[in-house]
Nanobody, 122 residues
């Protein structure tokens, strides 16, 4: 069974920065797609940024130029560097990963992290 452990959420003032981390552990053969989603109170969970195994990134328009997603495949870890944070970035951030394990290396499974809270407020 694969688990995701997220860290880095905190309270930060507008204009500040945070770096989120999400490490996958367990029976992993390869990690494919990695992404960050967020869910603000009373709203749906939305995609923030994603990165493929080939390093192709995608961002929602509201974070372009401020957030950067990256990955370290040696550590099975994905990061989200968030700069110039705004109050509207306040949300629970969830990591999402697709992976395969050694028993079925061509079958991709998915797993969600438990979420980490980011609060942007003065």
């Amino acid at each position: 069974q694969v688990q995701l452990v997220e860290s880095g959420g905190d309270l930060v003032q507008p204009g500040g920065s945070l770096r989120l981390s999400c490490a996958a552990s367990g029976r992993i053969f390869s990690v494919n797609f990695m992404a960050w989603y967020r869910q603000a109170p009373g709203k749906e969970r939305d995609l923030v940024a994603s990165i493929t195994r080939n390093g192709i990134t995608n961002y929602v328009d509201s974070v372009k130029g401020r957030f950067t997603i990256s990955r370290d495949d040696d550590k099975n870890t994905v990061y989200l560097q968030m700069n110039s944070l705004k109050p509207e970035d306040t949300a629970v951030y969830y990591c999402y990963v697709t992976y395969s394990d050694y028993r079925a290396p061509l079958v991709y499974l998915q797993v969600w992290g438990q979420g980490t809270l980011v609060t942007v407020s003065s």
